[in-house]
């Protein structure tokens, strides 16, 4: 897991930076920033989780690069507790901002590890998709929601987040 959590920062670093120099440096539309946050997430309509995620995002124009590191713990009030999943993912997608909200849409690639339905220990690779809507409360601080899921084949996943936004927003 710490190979591919390296491979993944590695590749994120990659192409922001690519991104970066590709413009020209009187040109303002490149924003970034971490966001950080907790929400609810369900993996197969079966188990809910407390969910938490950390992103790292920048955009360029209308186009965003994002990296992110998930986990999940069961909510079990009823029931044997199911142990966590985990997620490194970098995707890649498209976004709009106007004076006080930003939205964005983006998927690429992760790797999820957790335990399917049988209980058995799984490693997958995934494809995670992710929506992050926010208002931005000044020039580095934001606050909204992030919409994620991972779709593959042993343990996908949806959930919603509530986000705090620090960076370059405006």
Known sequence: MKSVFVYCVILSLLLTTSLAFAQDSKDHNQYFWASIGGGLA?????????????????????YIVSARIGGFSTISIFGSATPNITEAGILYGVAKRSNYFFNSIACGLAFVTGKD????????????????????AGR???IGFYGIAD????????????????????
């Open 42 to 62: 369900f993996s197969d309509f079966h188990n809910s989780y407390l969910a938490g995620n950390i992103n790292a995002s920048y955009q360029t124009q209308n």
């Open 117 to 136: 339905e049988s209980g058995k220990q799984v490693s997958t690779l995934g494809i995670p998709i992710e929506a992050q809507l926010f208002t931005t």
């Open 140 to 142: 580095y601080i934001g």
């Open 151 to 170: 779709l593959n084949l042993r343990i996908p996943y949806i959930g919603l987040l509530l986000c705090f936004q620090l960076g370059k927003l405006k």
